[in-house]
């Protein structure tokens, strides 16, 4: 069966945004019902042990994901290359879970997961197994080209979720064991989903999945090749990654865990448009450099980088200059002392969208040893800085909790993105001061309209009991006034005045000529 054609890159991006748009609104209501039903502690402990087993994950994966998306985008005939790929992941998997039982069975257990329970790391380590191999089905639909299809389905997964959670929030049954098991049913829902779709098109037969020992000992040196620059890049990441959470864990426990994930959680919650749109730019720079193509490199990083910056920090300033109330809709009176981690950890998914955006350039390019360089060196400064942050002052210390390692974030986010933007300009010949002073410009611009919408609306609704109300004029006058700046300064949005003009003739069209 011939493969189906893959969707252009504008209908695919559609479909993600708008499966993001609708995970907005869900995330919106679950992300008011977890912290609330879980409470600090146990939402402290969820964070602390999925983040740990994220970061062997990642460790053990080295970039492997990454080339097995380039490569698959580049040869998406290539059957074979899946069925290695599935077979490495097993092999992963397989490692975790033994890791996970080998430090349960030596009694290292108490050191790597101070005051946690078996049980619950166990199923942490489970967790983060799905949710990597859900995010390798998303990659392959993404290298397919068969998006739409695969968003469509990604729509009625959150909707799934929405209703399973509210049904054990409203029985009271939504304890730290319930919520892992919610997670299992619907990352497997997502998963079996998105085989099903990918067998469908034809892109995976159902039969033939053997390997010869020279196509293992083919693309093991592939695989070699991309990945083993990124092999001290993810030993010492990964080990400074556990050392965050772990010093916040031992030096302010299980509560600023809470407070941190929580802040990280907000964060996430409007990085949409970029997380749509990351996998698909990363498709077509690695088509394009197949092609040697760097003109249409360098158009597609100037069009699609700065403008989705832009759109992050929209959202990041005002959340923010709001934190108190952010908090107060989606956590309750609980998190109130996340204040401070919060506006913190606002800025990260600003340079975390352009991270993932530009990043993908070095990926797509090979430039894994690159990757390898800035990982290493900037992991190994952030480490005494987290330290210095987070210990107690008897430690030589500022005891800062979730608000200290928030800090440590937002600047080591913000020093590794520009080091990745220095090598991408100098590659497809930018200037790279102009993206700096855009980065600078546009959130301070940002911040000042954020402050001016707060303030405003704020002299008016003072009492707690309007603080919705204000919460959303607030919002509304802040985009008027972003709205109105970007009809003005366009290039300031990473725009020019043509997409400006075709927004404006759209939006006339739809109002009067229906």
């Known amino acids: 069966m011939k493969p189906a054609a893959g969707d252009s890159l504008k209908k695919r991006y559609f479909y993600k945004l708008s499966t993001n748009l609708v995970g907005l609104a869900i995330a919106l209501v679950t992300q008011a019902i977890i912290p609330r039903g879980l409470g600090p502690k146990a939402y402290g402990d969820f964070h602390f042990l999925t983040s740990f087993f994220t970061n062997v994950q990642n460790f053990l994966d080295m970039g492997t994901s990454s080339c097995f998306f380039t490569k698959l985008s580049q040869r998406p005939n290539d059957t074979k290359l899946v069925s290695f790929y599935l077979y490495l992941t097993g092999i992963i998997s397989l490692i975790i879970m033994l890791f996970a039982a080998g430090a349960h069975w030596s009694e290292l257990n108490n050191r790597l997961w101070p005051a946690q329970e078996m049980t619950y790391v166990y199923l942490a380590a489970i967790f983060v197994i799905l949710t990597w191999v859900s995010g390798l089905v998303v990659q392959m639909a993404d290298a397919y080209g068969v998006t739409v299809a695969t968003e469509k389905t990604r729509i009625g997964q959150k909707m799934l979720g929405l209703a399973v959670l509210l049904i054990l929030y409203v029985l009271h049954q939504l304890r730290l064991a319930q919520f892992f098991f919610y997670n299992y049913l619907i990352l497997l829902f997502l998963i079996s989903a998105f085989v099903w779709i990918i067998l469908k098109k034809g892109f995976y037969p159902k039969s033939d999945h053997a390997l010869t020992k020279k196509q293992i000992r083919t693309y093991s040196r592939e695989f070699y090749h991309y990945s083993h620059p990124l092999f001290m890049a993810a030993l010492i990441g990964n ?45 077509e720079f690695a088509i394009t450099y197949v092609k040697r193509d760097y003109e249409q490199m360098t158009s597609i990083f100037r069009r699609y980088i700065p403008s989705f910056y832009s759109l992050a920090a929209f959202f990041s300033c005002f959340v923010a200059v709001q934190a108190e ?25 600003i340079h975390q969208s352009y991270g993932q955006l530009s990043g993908s350039l070095l990926f797509a390019t090979d430039q894994t040893i690159l990757m390898r360089n800035i ?9 005494p800085i987290t330290y210095f942050l987070v210990a107690p002052v008897d430690k030589m210390g ?29 590659m497809l010949n930018l200037k790279f001061w102009r993206y700096v002073g855009h980065q600078l410009v546009i959130v301070g611009c940002l911040l000042i309209i954020a402050l001016a919408a707060s303030l405003s609306i704020d002299f008016f609704f003072k009492t707690q009991a309007r603080m919705i109300i204000s919460f959303i004029l607030a919002g509304i006058l802040y985009t008027f006034l972003s709205v109105g700046m970007a009809y003005l300064f366009p290039r300031a949005f990473g725009l020019n005045r043509d997409d400006i003009n075709s927004i404006v003739t759209k939006i006339q069209q739809k109002m009067f000529y229906r």
Do not use: H
Not at 330 to 348: L, P, Q, R, S, Y
Not at 375 to 383: D, E, H, K, P, R
């Open 239 to 283: 080990i400074a990654f556990i050392l965050d959470r772990w010093w916040l864990q031992i030096f302010a426990g299980s509560e600023q865990q809470g407070f941190y994930g929580f802040a990280c959680l907000i964060g996430t919650a409007y990085m949409l448009f970029t997380n749509a749109m990351q996998p698909l730019l990363m498709r």
């Open 325 to 349: 109330k952010v908090i107060f809709l989606m956590g309750g009176d609980k998190f109130i002392d996340a204040k401070a981690a919060v506006t913190i950890m606002a800025f990260f998914p």
């Open 375 to 383: 990982s290493i060196t900037t992991a190994l400064i952030g480490v």
């Open 398 to 426: 500022l005891n800062a909790g979730a608000a200290g390692l928030a800090l440590k974030m937002v600047l080591m986010q913000f020093i590794i993105v520009n080091i990745q933007l220095y090598f991408n300009a100098k």
